[in-house]
C-alpha cells in the first residue's frame, strides 16, 4: 500500500517534469544560484573566527538555549543583530524557516488573521496554517487588494500583515513605506522577512527600512544568517518585550538545539565584514546592474520575444529571474548552461505557480566582469525564441 503510493507519486511528478533530484557543484563550476551574495561563506575572517569557536566550545551546543546550550557567542550575536537592525533585541533560531514558524505562531492564533502577499515564503505559508490563523492572500504586491483586506477583517482580534523584504523568486522588492501606512492606519501588526534583504538593501546592508529610509517603522524584523551572513540560522529583532515573550512561547525556539556556537562566531565576523568592507555591497550592486543591463541587450535583440523573457524587477537586487514559462524548457536551458561551467538553477512548480518556470540568476559580489559577460553570452545563444 505504501509502496504503491510513493510509487504513483514518483511517477507523476517525472511525468510532468517535476521530479527533484539532488546534484554536487564541480570545483570548475561557476555559481550563478547561491545565496552567499558577498561571498562571506569563504572569508577569512568568518572562517578563521568559525574554527576559533569549534576550538573554545567544539561543535555542537550538546542541548537547547534555554537547558545548556547558551553560550556568549549566542548572547553577543544577538546583540549585535539587534544593533545591526536598529532595535532593542533579538533571539536566533536554528534556522530561518524556524524562526518564521516561531514568531508567527507565537504572534496569532484562531481568534487572529495573518494577510500575506502572493509571493512570500513558503516557511511564511507553513507558519500562517500552523498558527491556525486566518489566512488572507492579496495579490503579488498589490495595495489595493490589501487595504480591501484590512477594511474588511476588523472583526478579527488582531491582523498580522507579513512580507518578503526581496521576494526570493522574482528579486523585486516590497512596497514597504505603502504598507506601513496601511497597516498604522488600521492598526495592524507588521513583520517583514529580511532573508534576502540583510546584507544586500541599503548602502550599508542593513535592510528595507534602511534603503527606503523608513529605520525602526516594521514591528518585527525576521531575516536569515544563511544567505548573505554566510553561515546557518534565524533571528527575530524588535522590542525587548517581544523577545521576552518569544523566548518562553516560540516552539520551535524552546524545543531545539541551540546553534552550534562556531555558526554564531561566523555570522558575528559576517557583519563585522560588513561594517568594514561597504565595496562589497558595492560590488554585488555593480553586478547586478551589469548583468541586468546586457540581458536587457538581448531583449532588444530579439524583439518578438524581447517583453517575455526578462522580468525586469528592482535594480538594487542581486535576484535576476529570466522567465522562460515552459517547464521542460527551462530545465534544458539549465542543463546546457550548466555543460558550459555555469550553474543556473531552474524554477518549476510547486516554488512558482504553473506556466512561470524560470532561470533564476543570483549575484556575488565576487563574481568577475568576464564571468558575467560570459554568462549573459551564453544565455542569448541558448534562450529559445
Ligand atoms: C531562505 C528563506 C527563508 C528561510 O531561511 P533559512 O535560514 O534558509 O531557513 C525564509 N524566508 C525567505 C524569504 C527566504 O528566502
Redesign the pocket.
Given at each position: 500500500m505504501m509502496r504503491e503510493f510513493i510509487i504513483q507519486k514518483i511517477k507523476e511528478l517525472k511525468r510532468t517534469g517535476l521530479f527533484r533530484e539532488l546534484r554536487q557543484l564541480g570545483g570548475n563550476t561557476i555559481n550563478f544560484s547561491s545565496?552567499d551574495y558577498l561571498g562571506l561563506s569563504k572569508h577569512p575572517l568568518v572562517k578563521a573566527r568559525a574554527l576559533e569557536a569549534i576550538n573554545g566550545f567544539g561543535f555542537g551546543a550538546g542541548a537547547s538555549r534555554l537547558i545548556s546550550g547558551n553560550t556568549k557567542l549566542h548572547e553577543q550575536l544577538e546583540r549585535k543583530i539587534a544593533e545591526f537592525k536598529g532595535r532593542a533585541a533579538a533571539l536566533v533560531f536554528s534556522?530561518?524557516?524556524?524562526a518564521?514558524l516561531g514568531v508567527i505562531t507565537s504572534m496569532v492564533d484562531e481568534n487572529d488573521a495573518v494577510i500575506i502577499d502572493r509571493l512570500n515564503?513558503a516557511?511564511?505559508i507553513d507558519a500562517c496554517k500552523l498558527s491556525k490563523a486566518k489566512l488572507q492572500v492579496y495579490a503579488h504586491k498589490d495595495l489595493a487588494a490589501l487595504k480591501k483586506i484590512l477594511e474588511q477583517s476588523a472583526k478579527y482580534k488582531k491582523r498580522l500583515v507579513i512580507t518578503?523584504s526581496v521576494f526570493?523568486m522574482d528579486g523585486d522588492i516590497a512596497t514597504l513605506p505603502e504598507i506601513i501606512k496601511l497597516a498604522k492606519e488600521y492598526n495592524a501588526i507588521t513583520i517583514i522577512?529580511e532573508?534576502?534583504a540583510t546584507g544586500v538593501l541599503g548602502a550599508r546592508g542593513k535592510g528595507i527600512e534602511e534603503y527606503f529610509g523608513i529605520e525602526g517603522q516594521i514591528d518585527i524584523v525576521m531575516g536569515?544568517?544563511?544567505?548573505a551572513l554566510g553561515s546557518?540560522?534565524?533571528f527575530v529583532a524588535g522590542s525587548q518585550e517581544l523577545i521576552d515573550y518569544l523566548r518562553n512561547k516560540a516552539r520551535s525556539f524552546i524545543y531545539t538545539t541551540a546553534l552550534p556556537p562556531a555558526a554564531c562566531a561566523a555570522a558575528l565576523a559576517a557583519l563585522e565584514v560588513i561594517e568594514k568592507e561597504p565595496g562589497l555591497i558595492r560590488n554585488l550592486r555593480i553586478n547586478s546592474r551589469f548583468l541586468r543591463e546586457k540581458i536587457s541587450k538581448i531583449n532588444h535583440a530579439d524583439p518578438k520575444n524581447g517583453t517575455e523573457t526578462l522580468v525586469s524587477g528592482s535594480d538594487e537586487t542581486p535576484i535576476i529571474p529570466i522567465m522562460i514559462g515552459d517547464t521542460e524548457k527551462t530545465m534544458k536551458v539549465s542543463a546546457q548552461l550548466l555543460e558550459r561551467g555555469f550553474f543556473v538553477s531552474g524554477i518549476r512548480p510547486p516554488t512558482v505557480p504553473e506556466g512561470k518556470s524560470r532561470l533564476r540568476i543570483t549575484l556575488s559580489a565576487l563574481h568577475t566582469k568576464k564571468e558575467i559577460e560570459c554568462l549573459a553570452s551564453l544565455l542569448q545563444e541558448l534562450i529559445p525564441a
Open positions: 545565496n534556522t530561518g524557516y524556524m518564521n515564503h516557511s511564511i518578503d526570493s522577512d532573508a534576502h536569515t544568517l544563511s544567505k546557518i540560522g534565524g
